[in-house]
Nanobody, 125 residues
Framework: QVQLVESGGGSVQAGGSLTLSCAPTGYIVNSRGVGWFRQAIGKEREGVASIDRIGGGTYYSDSAKGRFTISQDNDKNTVFLQMNSLEPEDTAMYFC??????????????????WGQGTQVTVSS
């Protein structure tokens, strides 16, 4: 079964940067949208950023705008999330997900059919 594999998580101090990577272990059908969700302890999962693998369009949550950048490599196989100016509030498990839909204005978890296991990001003050 094809899986998404995340990497790049870790622990940083506030103001630091991390780059997360997401790559599938094989070919994923119907995966126009690829996004990053995060879930902090005791909180609901929230969409952070997503990219249209075909058109290149991007979506960012309000908390991510201006600090995070989502991109893909030339082969459109690996998706990256560059996170700058990290804050303690960014501490969470970050999940990569892929699905057939992509929207400019929101991310809905039920539209993403493939999920990674997650990578932990911890930001200390």
């Amino acid at each position: 079964q094809v899986q998404l594999v995340e990497s790049g998580g870790g622990s940083v101090q506030a103001g630091g940067s991390l780059t997360l990577s997401c790559a599938p272990t094989g070919y994923i059908v119907n995966s126009r949208g690829v996004g990053w969700f995060r879930q902090a302890i005791g909180k609901e999962r929230e969409g952070v950023a997503s990219i249209d693998r075909i058109g290149g369009g991007t979506y960012y949550s309000d908390s991510a705008k201006g600090r995070f950048t989502i991109s893909q490599d030339n082969d459109k196989n690996t998706v990256f999330l560059q996170m700058n100016s990290l804050e303690p509030e960014d501490t969470a498990m970050y999940f990569c997900a892929a699905g057939g839909s992509w929207r400019t204005w929101a991310m809905f978890p039920n539209e993403f059919h493939y999920w990674g296991q997650g990578t932990q990001v911890t930001v200390s003050s």
